[in-house]
């Protein structure tokens, strides 16, 4: 009991609790899932604060020794070659922050469609899909997932790029507050009803002024 206690005041102080309570009722078999759809970059940001040395930093996109290392990393990575390989293998792009040539964040690119659960939509040749931001555990707290971000978005323009979308789920506290530490617009609030896998809606709520 005491452990139970311990984590419900961990979700608490993390802004996770009303999360972790709908995964709870997810592995139930009812599934609410509350998320945002984000335009990110459009905006004027601010570098972020980089609570580390940066020289021991370099920011770039996953190549092809990066991916035979990766699971060598941090155990954090087991398991993860393989589905990041058919990700590249499908023109998906992964941008990096790697310390002392290590990786240790990363997010993806997708320039074909912008899918999250049932919503999607394709495309166009000026666009890009953010999805799947990661830090190492043992690096969280230097601040590197907003830095990481903001040269994500540079790398975007460099390959023509100028409109970035993401999607962000609403009860995650710490997700929105990163989104917003960048200025991003939150364009539209929509919710996913999952009955037993039996009955389920993915519905737009409402527009979003910012």
Excluded at 25 to 54: H, Q, S, T
Excluded at 58 to 68: K, N, Q, R, W
Excluded at 115 to 125: E, S
Excluded at 174 to 184: G, H, I, S
Aim: one cysteine or more; proline letters at 2%.
């Amino acid at each position: 009991m005491t452990g139970l206690i311990k984590k419900i005041k961990s979700k608490r102080q993390h802004g996770l609790f009303l999360l972790a309570v709908t995964h709870w009722f997810g592995r139930k078999g009812i599934r609410f899932f509350p998320y945002y759809l984000v335009r990110e970059g459009g905006m004027a940001v601010d570098l972020p604060e980089f609570k580390d040395n940066i020289e021991e930093y370099t920011f770039d996109s996953m190549d092809p020794a990066d991916l035979e290392t990766l699971e060598t990393t941090d155990d954090e990575f087991k398991g993860k070659k393989d589905s990041f390989q058919r990700r590249l293998d499908k023109g998906k792009k992964c941008f990096c922050a790697k310390h002392q040539g290590q990786i240790v964040a990363y997010t993806w690119f997708d320039f074909e469609e912008c899918r999250f659960l049932d919503t999607l939509f394709k495309l166009k040749a000026h666009e890009a899909y953010l999805f799947d931001m990661y830090t190492l555990k043992s690096y969280r707290g230097k601040n590197i997932a907003p830095y990481l971000r903001y040269r994500s978005y540079g790398a975007l323009r460099d390959m023509g790029k100028d409109t970035f979308f993401s999607y962000s789920e609403a009860l995650n506290a710490p997700a929105v507050k990163f989104k917003k530490k960048l200025n991003a617009q939150f364009l539209g609030l929509y919710v996913m009803i999952d009955l037993f896998r039996r009955r389920k809606w993915n519905l737009k709520i409402k527009d979003c002024k910012s």
